[in-house]
């Protein structure tokens, strides 16, 4: 969990931390930071907003034991409600987004601590453009389609212009 406390202080999230309002942290271990590509961990300690990103979308504000979890619950980060982690129940075992919590629940005097085997990142690109850059153009243009015929200025002609 060293990489993870260097980073919260590095991003500027420590002070956040230590206040006396409740969080969960979602603590990817030192393998999982380990397992990055290098460029990754060295953006990670060299752009400080990469890294408040990244850090940010691992806490959550209150309390979150594995016990209360409902599988396909969505928790709001402290990034704000738009950046969300998705908790997963597969196999009676606890994932967030992509990661696995390994260990869980360390109760702390204003949280609680889960570790996960990998580092999650927010998202960083709409709809579109993973579809643009998945060369899904005829899939883009469908939704471009569709959008404009549902607006009664357009004229259609069976989902095209």
């Given at each position: 969990?060293?990489?993870?406390?260097?980073?919260?202080e590095?991003?500027?999230?420590?002070p956040?931390?230590?206040?006396?309002?409740t969080?969960?942290?979602?603590?990817p271990?030192?393998d999982?930071f380990?397992?990055?590509?290098?460029?990754?961990?060295?953006?990670?300690f060299?752009?400080?907003?990469?890294?408040r990103?990244?850090?940010?979308?691992?806490?959550?504000?209150?309390?979150?034991?594995?016990?209360?979890v409902?599988?396909?619950?969505m928790?709001?980060?402290i990034?704000?409600?738009?950046?969300?982690?998705r908790l997963?129940?597969?196999?009676?075992?606890?994932?967030v987004?992509?990661?696995?919590v390994v260990?869980?629940?360390?109760?702390?005097?204003?949280?609680?601590?889960?570790?996960?085997?990998?580092?999650?990142?927010?998202p960083?690109?709409?709809?579109?453009?993973?579809?643009?850059e998945?060369n899904?153009r005829?899939v883009?243009?469908?939704?471009f389609?569709?959008?404009?015929c549902s607006n009664?200025?357009?004229?259609?002609?069976?989902?095209?212009?």
């Amino acid at each position: 969990m060293t990489y993870f406390l260097k980073l919260a202080e590095y991003s500027g999230i420590l002070p956040l931390l230590q206040r006396q309002a409740t969080y969960t942290l979602f603590v990817p271990t030192d393998d999982a930071f380990e397992a990055l590509p290098n460029d990754t961990l060295s953006d990670l300690f060299n752009q400080p907003a990469f890294a408040r990103t990244v850090v940010s979308f691992h806490v959550t504000a209150g309390r979150h034991l594995t016990s209360n979890v409902i599988d396909g619950q969505m928790i709001g980060t402290i990034q704000g409600q738009e950046q969300t982690l998705r908790l997963r129940i597969h196999k009676k075992r606890l994932t967030v987004e992509s990661a696995l919590v390994v260990e869980s629940d360390f109760l702390t005097r204003n949280g609680v601590i889960q570790i996960l085997d990998k580092v999650n990142f927010p998202p960083t690109a709409s709809i579109l453009d993973h579809l643009r850059e998945g060369n899904f153009r005829q899939v883009s243009l469908i939704i471009f389609d569709v959008h404009l015929c549902s607006n009664e200025k357009y004229k259609c002609d069976q989902g095209r212009l």
